[in-house]
């Protein structure tokens, strides 16, 4: 099993630390900034392998070629965005796996918020790294992509088993409720997830991971096909992506 550290950055991200205690190998999922990173491998005693990029955003990346000119380190992105992804060395497209220690990583390729966005996925540690795809309560803005490509991404991560940990790289999930309880005005399951969340934030503790259970019957952008979101849209037995696209655009001028 990773072990999974979260630190919080900048404004609302979230850089993730992993480490694989059996082969004894470290990785960071989008380090944004390097100190932080640094504190925490010093407090641990590790040494960093690995950085995974999901996009080429800055605050996703920024951190990657000082991480590397002082450790070393290997940095895994997406083939199709190796352009953009500084100090790329190994570049995989969709379905490509790699080891991380005795934890094997798969490679999803979710276009949408950026066209080479990819997620991370530790199937044995029950572990998604979205980065900007899916929020709790929320997706990734279509700064990129189309409404069916961000769709047809969301279906793949929806096909996940539901105790998948969502691990995603902001920390948007208070401002994400308002929207969702503007849409579904009667989920007992979000109107509960929201007070679970202000609690959370009241202690300035992250609402992150989530399930995807959780986000299944919270998150609007994932419940497109439930009547009750079509029915709140006035858009009762229309086409998912349609629907979504829908919700999304209504998000963009909340
Ligand atoms: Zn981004
Ligand atoms: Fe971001």
Redesign the pocket.
Known sequence: MLEITQLPVLND?YIYLLHEPDAAITGVVDPAVATPVLKALESQHHSLDFILNTHH?S??VGANLELKALTGCTIIGAEKDQKRIPGIDQKLSHGQCFSFGIENCEIFETPGHTSGHICFYFANSDALFCG?TVFSMGCGRLFEGSAEQMWTSLQLIKSLPETTKIYC??EYTQANGVFAASIERDNPALEQRIIEVNNLRKDNLPTVPSTLSQELSTNPFLREQCLSIQQALNMENYPAVEVFAELRKRKDHF
């Open positions: 991200n955003h605050d996703h900007d790289a902001h």
